[in-house]
């Protein structure tokens, strides 16, 4: 069954560092996402992706992150300089379309700043 | 602003038992509704959905209503199974040209053998 993976499972950076966190979305899905989920808060959206070009992006997604499809197969999201409060779970999701259809997510990276 | 709505933290039911899970959501341009399951340290798994036109989908021991009027809408598990213990997260669709989900805080749902 088709799955999205992410990489690395677990990344640990300094402040003030750039981490880039790597997805694969599933193959034929044309909708992408980054969500992060902060210890025991809810499941937060960053930002969603289509069609080459960020749709839209909530306040978190501030200058600091970017995400970019570099090859037709990767998402990526880049944090520029890390920051004690990015330390969270970050998931990267995808849908086949756009309408009424789930995202499939993927098992998420856990990224702690220190 | 909290959109989507899961009033109970934690639910605790006895195996065999039904499980109710709620959720409320104050935006009416949703138009689709997701319940996901999350186990510790795994991404959210899709479980099953609803759109606005329905009020009630069900697949196998999950069964998901959907009030409009109130803007409620319940997962109900029955019969629960102790593999069903995992945080539950409600998600709404909000349409538009993203289709970005905007989810609640989970509810922790444990089943007691």
């Known amino acids: 069954e088709p799955e999205v993976t992410q990489t690395p499972s677990h990344q640990v950076t300094q402040m003030g560092q750039e981490v880039i966190l790597r997805c694969v979305p599933i193959?034929?899905?044309?909708?992408f996402y980054w969500y992060r989920q902060i210890l025991g808060q809810k499941v937060e959206f960053l930002v969603s992706?289509?069609?080459?070009?960020?749709?839209?992006k909530s306040e978190i997604f501030d200058d600091q992150f970017s995400v970019e499809r570099p090859d037709g197969s990767n998402f990526t999201l880049k944090i520029r300089s890390t920051k004690l409060e990015d330390s969270a779970m970050y998931f990267c999701?995808?849908?086949?379309?756009?309408?009424?259809?789930?995202?499939?997510f993927g098992q998420g990276t856990r990224l702690t700043v220190v | 602003d909290q959109q989507v709505k899961q009033n109970s933290p934690s639910l605790s039911v006895q195996e065999g038992r039904i499980s109710i899970l709620n959720c409320d959501y104050t935006?009416?341009?949703?138009?689709?509704f997701l319940w996901y399951k999350k186990y510790p340290a795994e991404g959210p798994t899709f479980l099953i959905s609803?759109?606005?036109?329905?009020d009630k989908n069900e697949d196998g021991r999950f069964t998901v209503f959907l009030n409009k009027s109130a803007k409620h809408l319940s997962l109900h598990i029955v019969p629960s199974q102790p593999g069903d213990s995992a945080v539950y997260f409600c998600?709404?669709?909000?349409?538009?040209?993203?289709?970005?989900?905007?989810f609640g805080k989970g509810t922790l749902l444990t089943v007691n053998p």
């Open positions: 998600a709404a669709n909000s349409g538009g040209s993203n289709y970005k989900l905007t």
């Open positions: 999701a995808s849908r086949r379309t756009g309408g009424n259809t789930e995202a499939f």
């Open positions: 609803i759109s606005s036109i329905k």
């Open positions: 992706f289509y069609n080459n070009e960020i749709s839209e």
């Open positions: 935006n009416s341009m949703f138009d689709y």
């Open positions: 193959s034929n899905h044309l909708y």
